[in-house]
């Protein structure tokens, strides 16, 4: 098996639209997903993002506030998924919850080093 990660994308402004209850329902779709993409009784590992950060450049010489690009370009969170190769991948990510309010998930695979 060979590690993937999925990075999130978007979603963000319709989610806030939603009642207590409707996040709150949303946010178990989110936990069963996880289970069921897992290999095995534990979710997989992730974890959703602060939208604030830094960015470094040079070595640690200039550091700005940031990112600073458009909501839908801004990656939430992130999850690590094991599968037989890429497009198993892709095909895991289908019925992901961040398509439910219009969010984009991209799959990329980690390089052993």
Not at 4 to 31: I, N, T, V
Not at 33 to 58: C, F, H, R, T
Request: hydrophobic share 35%.
């Amino acid at each position: 098996m060979k590690q993937f990660l999925y990075l999130f994308r978007g979603g963000d402004e319709e989610y806030a639209r939603q009642s207590p209850e409707q996040m709150q329902a949303h946010m178990a779709k989110w936990g069963e997903w996880m289970l069921k993409i897992s290999q095995n009784d534990q979710p997989v590992p992730g974890l959703p993002l602060q939208a604030e950060g830094k960015v470094v450049y040079n070595g640690g010489e200039t550091i700005t506030d940031g990112p600073f690009m458009e909501g839908k370009e801004l990656v939430g969170g992130y999850v690590l998924v094991e599968a037989n190769d890429l497009n198993h991948a892709v095909e895991l990510s289908k019925d992901c919850p961040i398509f439910e309010f219009g969010g984009s998930l991209e799959v990329r695979e980690a390089v052993e080093m």
